[in-house]
């Protein structure tokens, strides 16, 4: 399974999830993008943080019965770990929930039964979530806010598949020398 193949499976659960919460002027939103998006002051960011390969490669072939065709089939288990950070401006005069409690959130929608029920259907489990951790930082205008974030790492197979040549019949010769 490709990155965006992950992607378009979980980003929606974490909108329904926040939508579910009356959390709707959130954008949830791929980092590190070829464009640049500029900072929103309300939002989940993801990025891919890294890969690893669980086991060896399974390979296979198979026939198809119906077109006659040899297929060779590799699999590879893999975990893909990603990142998720939180921005959530405070609003002095409307003090509603921070960015850790944004943070909080979306580290338990990825984790309730609907979400792991979702990741299950489409070939996908979360392997485990990481701890909140809470860093400030200095804006562009000086002031102090904090950039919530955790890890979470997801197990999927990434396939492929090709076309084998059929032997069709075989000759031996036996020649002297």
């Given at each position: 399974?490709?990155?965006?193949?992950?992607?378009?499976?979980?980003?929606?659960?974490?909108?329904?999830?926040l939508?579910?919460?009356?959390?709707?002027?959130?954008?949830?939103?791929?980092?590190?993008?070829?464009?640049?998006?500029?900072?929103?002051?309300?939002?989940?960011?993801?990025?891919?943080?890294g890969?690893?390969?669980?086991?060896?490669?399974?390979?296979?072939?198979?026939?198809?019965?119906?077109?006659?065709?040899?297929e060779?089939?590799e699999?590879?288990?893999?975990?893909t770990?990603?990142?998720?950070?939180?921005l959530?401006?405070?609003?002095?005069?409307?003090?509603?929930?921070?960015?850790?409690?944004l943070?909080?959130?979306?580290?338990?929608?990825?984790?309730?039964?609907?979400?792991?029920d979702?990741?299950?259907s489409?070939?996908?489990g979360?392997?485990?979530v990481?701890?909140?951790?809470?860093?400030?930082?200095?804006d562009?205008?000086d002031?102090?806010?904090f950039?919530?974030?955790?890890?979470?790492?997801i197990?999927?197979?990434?396939?492929?598949k090709?076309?084998?040549?059929?032997?069709?019949n075989?000759?031996?010769t036996?020649k002297?020398?």
């Open positions: 399974m490709l990155d965006y193949d992950i992607v378009r499976v979980f980003r929606p659960l974490i909108v329904d999830g939508a579910d919460l009356g959390i709707t002027d959130v954008d949830v939103l791929m980092n590190y993008q070829p464009t640049k998006q500029g900072a929103d002051t309300k939002a989940v960011y993801f990025f891919n943080v890969d690893k390969n669980v086991g060896a490669v399974s390979r296979d072939n198979i026939i198809d019965n119906d077109t006659q065709i040899l060779s089939v699999t590879q288990v893999k975990e770990t990603f990142q998720v950070n939180t959530f401006k405070q609003d002095p005069s409307n003090l509603t929930i921070t960015a850790k409690d943070c909080s959130y979306v580290y338990m929608i990825l984790q309730r039964r609907k979400s792991l979702t990741l299950k489409n070939g996908l979360i392997l485990w990481s701890e909140i951790r809470n860093v400030p930082f200095m562009s205008d002031n102090y806010i950039n919530p974030s955790f890890d979470f790492t197990t999927h197979k990434q396939v492929l090709g076309e084998l040549h059929k032997i069709d075989f000759n031996a036996i002297r020398v």
